[in-house]
């Protein structure tokens, strides 16, 4: 018989998949907690003489992969379930998009019984490490951005479709954007930009219609983006594109 090259299959492959043979996973979509990302990771690369690096996992995230899972959560009627759902959802984003040390090394901290601070970088073998983060979105005009925010959103007083928001994005991608990078086909960039916008908290998803939550009536139709706010260390409230801490780690210039 011909050997299996490829299996696709959801997240009930972690029960009993269990084979040295699965070299290489692209997950695609977010995963709804660190502890399924684990559980995924830990089907493929068992082999244990394999060489640091000849297996990959990767992981293919889209703004709406990301608005999938936001409207699966939301539509959880327990309050407090949802609320704990909501919470592994925004600490798998930011772990993924606007990492700020080594991913092997967040996962071993993160998942270790016994707490032990001298864990070590894998130094090559992630996107972190790699210096690859930064072209997640290339180089993008922080003011300009800031500008549009404002215009979109915060003058229009009305939380725009997250549809609308990523098309006007795209429509101004000329001026948020440094010329040499500018998205050319590709929306990679963009949704990029908006992942980390949103796992920055600079951007936040609603329920335009509050009535629907909890219940399976509530579509991708009632997600919309509205700004983030945050609470100064003097106990006032800004909107969170206005303060410079939101935004470390992105590629602006």
Not at 93 to 105: E, G, N, Q, R
Not at 151 to 159: F, M, W
Not at 203 to 211: A, D, M
Request: charge should be neutral.
């Amino acid at each position: 018989m011909p050997r299996v090259q490829i299996i696709v299959g959801t997240e009930a492959m972690n029960c009993g998949v269990s084979s040295d043979h699965l070299k290489h996973c692209k997950y695609v979509g977010i995963p709804p907690n660190l502890y399924i990302l684990l559980q995924t990771m830990g089907r493929f690369d068992r082999r244990l003489n394999a060489i640091p690096g000849s297996n990959t996992f990767e992981i293919h995230l889209s703004f709406d992969s990301v608005i999938s899972m936001y409207l699966r959560v939301m539509r959880t009627a327990s309050t407090p379930e949802r609320n704990t759902q909501l919470i592994a959802m925004y600490e798998v984003l930011k772990f993924l998009v606007t990492p700020d040390i080594c991913y092997h090394s967040f996962i071993e901290r993160y998942f270790e019984v016994i707490e032990d601070n001298d864990k070590q970088p894998c130094q090559s073998f992630c996107s972190f490490c790699r210096d690859e983060v930064p072209f997640f979105t290339e180089r993008f005009y922080k003011e300009k951005l800031q500008s549009l925010l404002a215009t979109d959103i915060l003058t229009k007083g009305v939380a725009p479709p997250y549809k609308a928001f990523i098309k006007s994005l795209k429509s101004n991608k000329l001026v948020i954007f440094h010329k040499d990078d500018v998205p050319n086909k590709r929306m990679g960039q963009i949704h990029a930009l908006t992942l980390q916008l949103l796992a920055r908290g600079i951007i936040e998803l609603k329920v335009s219609h509050v009535t629907k939550v909890g219940t399976d009536t509530l579509n991708d139709s009632h997600v919309v983006i509205d700004l983030a706010n945050i609470k100064s260390s003097t106990g006032i409230v800004m909107p969170a594109y206005c303060v410079d801490e939101c935004w470390e780690g992105l590629n602006y210039i």
